[in-house]
């Protein structure tokens, strides 16, 4: 059989094909000629058919055929053969495969060889692809070899201790004695896998780090990272300018592991990190890295504060580099320090709005999220100002959490109502179709308890929908405020601006076009209607219009809309006495959480829109006898009284879990989240028009409950009795999280017994921010007609930590004035 060729010929002869076809065709026929090799035995050439297998297998071709002939290079006595065979090992084999295993006693043999060389290979290997089986048989060997006063072997030795304890973490103690001289070493690789091996030691074992603290292993970094800041120039070590920036960077990873949450230990490195931090030259992307590893050191440990400022500086200093990463690296450190140092990244504020403006779209993000942080009630206008400059410029992608971030923090540091309506109306001007769906409810809020804004806002909103209805969450608020104050409107009354003049007709005008309007959404076109509605209460010359309009909507196909329209026909026809009573201006509304509008979320849903504009709190409902009432105004008499479920926007099944967990209790076999049926909807059309009291003032007496208090998550019940209803008991749950990450997708469930009837309400968020900052509140609704004691099992659901979290609970506790 002729000679195999050589594997620079088969390189060669494989770099001249010029189709991936032609390659396959060279591939297929060198591996049969190297398979025939191999089956003839020819160890002569397996060295060399390994290594053109080994070449092969880096193109993506199949190579497991060659696995046994790399254990046969490794039994070999040549260095060539077996530094081929452990290079193959280390390519084709893995722990999944058993052939792995019949390596194990010539790994130990080489590691007792006589040659550091093979030693070397064979370290490398068990460092590299070694099982939990290998690892446990061989790590004596390894251990020895830690010790040795070879430091070629010493380095190789301590990475493979780290693949050891990686693969066998009870394996770790067996390393701690040959740690102790192994930063006393001057070789720079040895003390640079040593480090390493530190440092996954202190990761993976509390003990260990507790141990490293104690023998004062501090001080020995403190020294070596002084000694190479410090040293003169070494050609073996420099890196532009800078001695070994690899071990630096490692020996900051080790102390900040070593510092956190240890007074002792951050006082020790002190003052190592501000040598570091002055002394490291910045021109290149060498000391950069360094400084960047300090200032995480820094932040991570219990340093002193004028080292936390200088931190901050350099990576204020980072945001003015011109490379990209380290900009976006700045600012992302920021972002994670700006709750603990918050004045002295504000010092920063100008570089950081400018980065609003940089062309990549990572350090917008970063930059946006980074300038909402900064905002205070001393820099709100300045930085709404930028805000919405960016906001009206920066593509469609970031509008959206822009805008949310434009509310949150104009509801938290407004100096006035007027700025406040105003920036919120410009977000709605902006960018409209990109809000959050609870934008519109908020907004309509936030007008309604100003009450001396009312003439300015509506003239501003009749103003900003004229002749443009794109932004449907603007229009849908200015409809909402001119059916409120259109009164105001035409009567002129603005004294914060010029008032302009507008007659009763042009008003209506404006509300039909964007009934008519093809921009206008079914959602939309609801409020425009309602609006129309209440006019004809406020309005003296276009009643006869009015009626019209409403007439003409009652055969819609939009059956949402046809279904108002109806109803308002029936008011105007057999009701037109209460008509004024039923469309009173509304009250100012009461907030039920403190946490601003990101948890007052309400959808925008076309189920939602009657008389939902409002959308008041859920303290703000009508209570079920007065549900059951309206229903008998609206000819509804013969339908069976319920309590409606409050729609929501989350999936109908969840209540049917919650019912095959509850199997013990005795229940009414209805979900508890699922809406209501169709034949409850009318209570929701004119729900809210009232002023009158909802509840008792003796509520107050009834003492509250803490329901959950488990894993950080504590959950508090307080109660009211309804003032028109005695059977109806209104349960206010508040959510809270005392851990220091917040909870998401949080939800609640709850079941009662069948004597009993509830109603869930949707929640203010589903979000429970951290450190108890901030509250969950849910309202739940128990008709209690038999006066029977109150059981009720929860069920809740929320992601923490990245996992997600469920439990059951069973709350028997309520006080007897809840139910009696």
């Not at 002084?226 to 420099?238: F, R, T």
């Not at 806002?457 to 001119?482: E, F, H, M, N």
């Not at 209501?676 to 909802?694: E, V």
Request: hydrophobic share 40%; charged share 20%; with cysteine.
């Amino acid at each position: 059989m002729p000679a195999p060729i050589r594997l620079r010929e088969l390189i060669r002869t494989i770099r001249t094909a010029r189709t991936q076809a032609e390659e396959r065709e060279m591939i297929q026929k060198e591996c049969a000629a190297i398979r025939s090799s191999f089956r003839e035995e020819d160890n002569t050439y397996r060295c060399r058919n390994v290594a053109k297998l080994l070449y092969m297998h880096m193109l993506g071709y199949p190579a497991h055929f060659g696995q046994l002939e790399c254990l046969k290079l490794i039994a070999s006595q040549k260095f060539t053969d077996k530094r081929i065979g452990y290079l193959g090992a280390m390519l084709l084999l893995d722990e999944r495969q058993d052939v792995h295993l019949l390596m194990t006693n010539c790994i130990k043999n080489d590691l007792n060889h006589s040659t550091q060389y093979v030693q070397g290979l064979a370290l490398c290997t068990l460092g590299c692809m070694g099982s939990s089986e290998m690892c446990r048989d061989l790590a004596g060997e390894v251990e020895k070899l830690l010790k040795t006063s070879n430091s070629y072997l010493r380095k190789k030795a301590a990475l493979c201790a780290v693949h050891v304890i990686r693969k066998v973490p009870e394996l770790m103690e067996m390393f701690l004695p040959a740690t102790k001289n192994l930063l006393n070493e001057k070789n720079h690789g040895v003390l640079h896998t040593s480090v390493v091996l530190l440092t996954e030691m202190c990761e993976r074992s509390p003990d260990m780090l507790a141990h490293f603290r104690k023998v004062s292993l501090v001080p020995q970094l403190v020294r070596i990272l002084k000694n190479l800041i410090m040293s003169g120039y070494s050609p073996e070590h420099d890196v532009s300018g800078i001695s070994d920036p690899f071990l630096q960077v490692r020996i900051l990873r080790l102390l900040r592991i070593l510092g956190r949450n240890d007074d002792d230990s951050s006082e020790a490195m002190n003052d190592i990190l501000a040598q570091v931090a002055t002394n490291t030259e910045t021109s290149k992307n060498v000391g950069n890295a360094i400084l960047y590893e300090t200032v995480l050191t820094i932040m991570d440990i219990k340093s002193e504060s004028g080292l936390r400022v200088l931190a901050i500086n350099i990576l204020g200093r980072f945001l003015l580099n011109n490379d990209k990463n380290i900009r976006y690296v700045a600012l992302t450190s920021l972002l994670k320090t700006v709750q603990t140092d918050h004045n002295a990244v504000q010092r920063h504020r100008s570089t950081i709005v400018d980065c609003l403006k940089d062309l990549d779209v990572s350090i917008k993000r970063r930059a946006m999220e980074l300038s909402f942080a900064l905002v205070n009630g001393n820099n709100v206008r300045g930085m709404m100002k930028e805000l919405l400059y960016f906001l009206d410029s920066c593509e469609p992608e970031f509008k959206a959490d822009c805008a949310s971030g434009i509310f949150l923090a104009a509801e938290k540091y407004a100096p006035s109502k007027r700025w406040h309506i105003d920036t919120i109306m410009r977000v709605l001007t902006t960018a409209g179709s990109y809000v959050r769906d609870d934008a519109v409810p908020n907004l309509i809020q936030l007008i309604t308890n100003s009450v001396e804004m009312h003439a300015y806002t509506v003239q501003r909103l009749y103003k900003a929908i004229l002749g443009d209805y794109s932004q449907q969450p603007l229009v849908q608020v200015a409809s909402w405020c001119i059916g409120e104050y259109g009164d105001l409107l035409v009567s002129g009354q603005c004294e914060e601006e010029e008032p302009i003049q507008v007659t009763e007709d042009e008003v209506l005008d404006i509300l039909e076009s964007v009934l008519i309007s093809n921009m206008s959404a079914s959602v939309t076109r609801g409020y425009a209607l309602t609006a129309i509605m209440k006019l004809s209460t406020r309005f003296t010359c276009t009643v006869n219009r009015i009626k019209k309009v409403v007439s003409i909507y009652g055969s819609s196909i939009d059956v949402e809309l046809q279904q108002r329209a109806v109803e308002y026909n029936a008011l105007f026809k057999k009701y037109d006495h209460m008509r004024p009573a039923l469309l009173e201006r509304m009250p100012v509304m009461e907030k039920v959480t403190t946490n601003g509008p990101a948890e007052i979320v309400q959808t925008n849903g076309e189920t939602e829109t009657a008389v939902l504009e409002t959308k008041p709190p859920p303290s703000g409902l009508q209570p079920a006898n007065q549900a059951n009432d309206l229903l008998d105004l609206l000819g509804g008499s013969d339908i069976t009284p319920v309590i409606p479920t409050a729609p929501t926007s989350k999936p109908a099944t969840a209540g049917g879990e919650l019912l095959d967990l509850l199997g013990d209790l005795n229940l009414t076999g209805s979900p508890v989240s699922a809406p209501a049926p169709q034949i409850a909807q009318p209570p929701f059309l004119l729900d809210g028009l009232t002023t009158q009291p909802l509840f008792n003032d003796i509520a107050a007496g009834i003492p509250s409950i803490t329901a959950y208090n488990k894993n950080g998550l504590k959950i508090d019940f307080t109660f009211e009795r309804s003032n028109t209803n005695p059977s109806v008991t209104v349960i206010t749950i508040q959510a809270s999280n005392s851990t220091e990450l917040e909870m998401t997708d949080f939800v609640f469930q709850a079941a009662v017994p069948k004597t009993f009837q509830l109603q869930l309400l949707s929640p203010s968020s589903s979000v429970i921010p951290a450190f108890n900052s901030g509250t969950i509140t849910q309202v739940i609704k128990v008709l209690n007609p038999q006066k029977q004691q109150l059981r009720m099992r929860i069920k809740l659901t929320y992601n923490h930590k990245g996992s997600a979290m469920q439990d059951l609970a069973e709350v028997n506790n309520f006080p007897p004035q809840s139910w009696q």
